[in-house]
T-cell receptor
Framework: KAGVTQTPRYLIKTRGQQVTLSCSPISGHRSVSWYQQTPGQGLQFLFEYFSETQRNKGNFPGRFSGRQFSNSRSEMNVSTLELGDSALYLC?????????????FGEGSRLTVL | GENVEQHPSTLSVQEGDSAVIKCTYSDSASNYFPWYKQELGKRPQLIIDIRSNVGEKKDQRIAVTLNKTAKHFSLHITETQPEDSAVYFCAATVDNYGQNFVFGPGTRLSVLP
């Protein structure tokens, strides 16, 4: 079974631009969540989608948004990029349960904002 | 909201020694506590988890203990090996709706040969 796939793996943007990251979950996983990872800050929860609906949202500004498609694939968008948005963005999928379970992470998309 | 603290931030041990990482959480409603291991350049992977109805759980050289009263939980690794070198993250969440984990800042464990 294929793992969680994230594209692109690396990207460089300049301040003020926007970026869209994509995540394909493990087949059968309907929950997709996004995390921002920066040195010293650990993993910061962005949002979670389940059956095309945002189910949970972290404490990030409105510049960060996401969506999920009917095939469970998810995208996240960051508009008006700032230098502080430079980070590794990790997507994770999990089994179709309301309760918690193991998160299966992708390899991440490393965003550099210049 | 939930807040998870994790100590120490870095830990060096000799191969064969034990390592202990401690986490505290603030929300008494949290009832699911996983631990993830992230090797350099790789994705985080679940290594062990515990639910609030259990005080301790073991899996070979790894164990996790939970003290609900004090709101802290710990990861214990015995007989450490060089391949245990990684960053370890604890997390907490309320196991009733969705996937909304609050992670600790991580502990970088180095096992010295």
């Amino acid at each position: 079974k294929a793992g969680v796939t994230q594209t692109p793996r690396y990207l460089i943007k300049t301040r003020g631009q926007q970026v869209t990251l994509s995540c394909s979950p493990i087949s059968g996983h309907r929950s997709v969540s996004w995390y921002q990872q920066t040195p010293g800050q650990g993993l910061q929860f962005l949002f979670e989608y389940f059956s095309e609906t945002q189910r949970n949202k972290g404490n990030f500004p409105g510049r960060f948004s996401g969506r999920q498609f009917s095939n469970s694939r998810s995208e996240m968008n960051v508009s008006t990029l700032e230098l502080g948005d430079s980070a590794l963005y990790l997507c994770a999928s999990s089994l179709p349960r309301a309760n918690t379970g193991e998160l299966f992470f992708g390899e991440g998309s490393r965003l550099t904002v210049l | 909201g939930e807040n998870v603290e994790q100590h120490p931030s870095t830990l060096s041990v000799q191969e064969g020694d034990s390592a202990v990482i401690k986490c505290t959480y603030s929300d008494s409603a949290s009832n699911y506590f996983p631990w993830y291991k992230q090797e350099l350049g790789k994705r985080p992977q679940l290594i062990i988890d515990i639910r609030s109805n259990v005080g301790e759980k073991k899996d070979q050289r790894i164990a996790v203990t939970l003290n609900k009263t004090a709101k802290h939980f710990s990861l214990h690794i015995t007989e450490t090996q060089p391949e245990d070198s990684a960053v370890y993250f604890c997390a907490a969440t309320v196991d009733n709706y969705g996937q909304n984990f609050v992670f600790g800042p991580g502990t970088r464990l180095s096992v010295l040969p």
